[in-house]
C-alpha cells in the first residue's frame, strides 16, 4: 500500500515547501535593499533671503531624517519577522502533513509483530490445509527528491524493502517440511507531481511508475498510474480533497480507484484524517514531542512464489490485504528522529495467490485467517 496508493499529502507538502522559499526569496531581497534617506539639496546662492528660508527648510528636514530612517528601518525589520513567520507555520504544515501520512516521511523503518490466529487454505475451491498461522514483518521506506522545477512540479522516487516471515504450526491436511518461510520484497517507485489550478481552484495531478522484484531477481510485478485530486475546501480547521486514481496493471481488476482527502480538527483538539482509501484516524497532540492516535489504517503485501507442481502456475503472486485497529503513540527523539508504537487487531481480508501476470481474481489458493492481536514498533526521519 506505501507504493500502491496514492495520497494528497507529499503534493501539499511540495506546494507549502514552494511558498516558503518565495517569502524567503522576498525577504532577503528587502534586507539587501538600501535604506532610503531623505537628503536636501544645498540652496542656490543668489538671493539672501532665498537663501535663509532653504536653510531653515534644510535645517527642518534634517531633524526629520532620522525618524524616517527609524520608520524605514522598522517596517523592514517587520516585513522580515512576517516572512520568517510564515516559513515557520508552513514548517509546521509539513510536520503536521508527515505526522498523519508516515508512507510519504523522508525515511522509516517498522517491524509488526502479528498473533498466531488460524489458516483455512483453499486450493481451487478446495479446503486443502488448516494451520496455525503467524507473520512478522518489516518494512524500510525511503522517500528521495530527484528534481524539482518549483511551480511546474517535482520528481521523487520511492525505495521499498519488505521482508515476511510466515509461520506454519500444527498443520493438518498438507505434508510441509518449512512450517517458517522468509520472503523479501523490493520495490522502486519514481513519481511525477505538479500543482495547478482548475475551475479556480487548486488541482494536484501525478504520474508515477511502480516496480517491484522479489528473492529470484527480475521484474515480477509492475504498475502505471495517474492520479488527480481537486481542492474543494480549504480553511484553519478543514481540508477537503477529491479526485480518482487510474491504474495500469496486468493483474488489477479495478482500473479506477476513488479518492478522498478529510481532514477537519474537532473543538476538543482532536483531528480526524479520513483518507480514501488508506485510512480513518483520530490524533490528538499530548505535547510538543508526543502525539496519541486511534484509528483503522490499510495496510497490504505481495511476495513472490516458483513452484514445481503442474496443477498450479509456476510463477506466483501472494498478495495480501489487512486492517489494522488500535491505538498509536509517536514521540520525537531529538531534532530529527520520530519513534512510535501502534497495537490492537489485525484483521486479514484477502489472503490469496495466482499467477504472476494473471488478474488477482483468477486465483488459485484462498486463505481465511483469524483476526487476531499485532504490536508496530517504528522510527521515522522528520526534518523539522
Known amino acids: 500500500m506505501k507504493l500502491i496508493s496514492s495520497t494528497l499529502f507529499c503534493a501539499l507538502a511540495f506546494l507549502i515547501a514552494a511558498s516558503a522559499q518565495d517569502s524567503l526569496a522576498r525577504t532577503e531581497k528587502v534586507e539587501d535593499s538600501p535604506a532610503r ?10 538671493f539672501a533671503r532665498a ?27 517587520a516585513i522580515v519577522q512576517d516572512s520568517l513567520a510564515k516559513v515557520q507555520l508552513k514548517k509546521a504544515y509539513i510536520v503536521d502533513l508527515l505526522l498523519k501520512s508516515p508512507g510519504m516521511r523522508p525515511a522509516m523503518i517498522s517491524t509488526t509483530f ?27 521506506l525511503l522517500n528521495l527528491p530527484v528534481k524539482n522545477w518549483g511551480k511546474s512540479g517535482m520528481v521523487t522516487a520511492t525505495i521499498l524493502y519488505a521482508r515476511t516471515n510466515y509461520q506454519l504450526s500444527d498443520i493438518k491436511g498438507l505434508d510441509i517440511t518449512e512450517s517458517s518461510l522468509s520472503k523479501n520484497t523490493v520495490g522502486l517507485t519514481t513519481t511525477y ?29 509492475y504498475a502505471v ?23 495500469i496493471d496486468p493483474t488489477n481488476i479495478t482500473p479506477v480507484i476513488p479518492l478522498l482527502v478529510y481532514q477537519k480538527q474537532l473543538p476538543n483538539g482532536v483531528d480526524l484524517n479520513f483518507t480514501i ?20 489504517i490499510l495496510s497490504s503485501s ?11 502456475p509456476r510463477n506466483a503472486n501472494f498478495s495480501t490485504l489487512d486492517l489494522k485497529t ?12 520520530l519513534a512510535g508504537v501502534s497495537a490492537g487487531l489485525w484483521t486479514p481480508v484477502m489472503y490469496r495467490q495466482y499467477g504472476r501476470w494473471e488478474k488477482s481474481n483468477r486465483y488459485f489458493f484462498d486463505g481465511k485467517v483469524d483476526t487476531t492481536p499485532y504490536i508496530n514498533l517504528n522510527l521515522s526521519l522528520i526534518p523539522f
Open 114 to 140: 502479528i498473533s498466531r490466529g488460524q489458516l483455512e487454505g483453499n486450493l481451487k475451491g478446495k479446503n486443502i490445509l488448516s494451520s496455525d498461522f503467524g507473520q512478522q514483518r518489516t518494512e524500510a
Open 326 to 337: 488500535g491505538p498509536g503513540v509517536e514521540y520525537k527523539l531529538g531534532k530529527l528522529l
Open 51 to 77: 537663501q535663509d528660508s532653504l536653510t531653515r527648510f534644510t535645517s527642518a528636514q534634517d531633524s526629520l531624517a532620522p525618524t524616517a530612517s527609524a520608520h524605514d528601518s522598522s517596517a523592514r525589520f
Open 37 to 46: 534617506t531623505v537628503r536636501a539639496q544645498d540652496p542656490p546662492p543668489r
Open 193 to 221: 507531481r505538479r500543482v495547478d489550478s482548475l475551475f479556480g481552484r487548486m488541482f494536484v495531478s501525478s504520474a508515477s511508475v511502480v516496480l517491484l522484484t522479489g528473492d529470484g531477481g527480475g521484474i515480477n510485478k
Open 302 to 312: 505481495v511476495s513472490f512464489f516458483n513452484y514445481s507442481s503442474p496443477n498450479i
Open 225 to 247: 498510474m495517474g492520479n488527480g485530486m481537486i481542492l474543494l475546501k480549504k480553511s484553519a480547521q478543514t481540508t477537503l480533497m477529491v479526485g480518482i486514481q487510474v491504474i
Open 277 to 296: 482509501p488508506q485510512q480513518l484516524t483520530l490524533r490528538k497532540t499530548l505535547s510538543k514531542n508526543c502525539w496519541a492516535s486511534f484509528g483503522t
